[in-house]
């Protein structure tokens, strides 16, 4: 069994910057494609990025591109997401998930590809 538990959220000025951890245990996702979804109240939960295995490959929603970075250290089973210049509309709970079936050298960009959760960090943007 995975478990995925996600850190660094928090509240933050608009403009400013945070970085969210994902630490997998009971299982190595090294393998794996990974991403980072989030969810605002009233809202669906939507891809914020994706990565590949190695991170060779990386995707990002079109309102992120620019500001968020998405990374991996598969020796320490860790993923990242480095979130600069940070808008109110970015607030939202952020979610980790790995998808453990599927092929690891591209990104998962559909929801239902991912079989793992954390329990999610909140993240809050004040203006």
């Known amino acids: 069994q995975v478990q995925l538990v996600e850190s660094g959220g928090g509240l933050v000025q608009a403009g400013g910057s945070l970085r969210l951890s994902c630490a997998a245990s009971?299982?190595?996702?090294?393998?794996?494609?990974m991403g980072w979804f989030r969810q605002a109240p009233g809202k669906e939960r939507e891809l914020v990025a994706a990565?590949?295995?190695?991170?060779?490959?990386?995707y990002y929603v079109e309102s992120v591109k620019g500001r968020f970075t998405i990374s991996r250290d598969n020796a320490k089973n860790t993923m990242y997401l480095q979130m600069n210049s940070l808008k109110p509309e970015d607030t939202a709970v952020y979610y980790c998930?790995?998808?453990?079936?599927?092929?690891?050298?591209?990104?998962?960009?559909?929801?239902?590809?991912?079989?793992?959760w954390g329990q999610g960090t909140q993240v809050t943007v004040s203006s």
């Open positions: 009971g299982r190595t996702l090294r393998n794996y494609p």
């Open positions: 998930a790995a998808d453990v079936t599927g092929y690891g050298g591209r990104t998962s960009v559909d929801i239902y590809e991912y079989d793992y």
């Open positions: 990565i590949s295995w190695s991170g060779g490959n990386t």
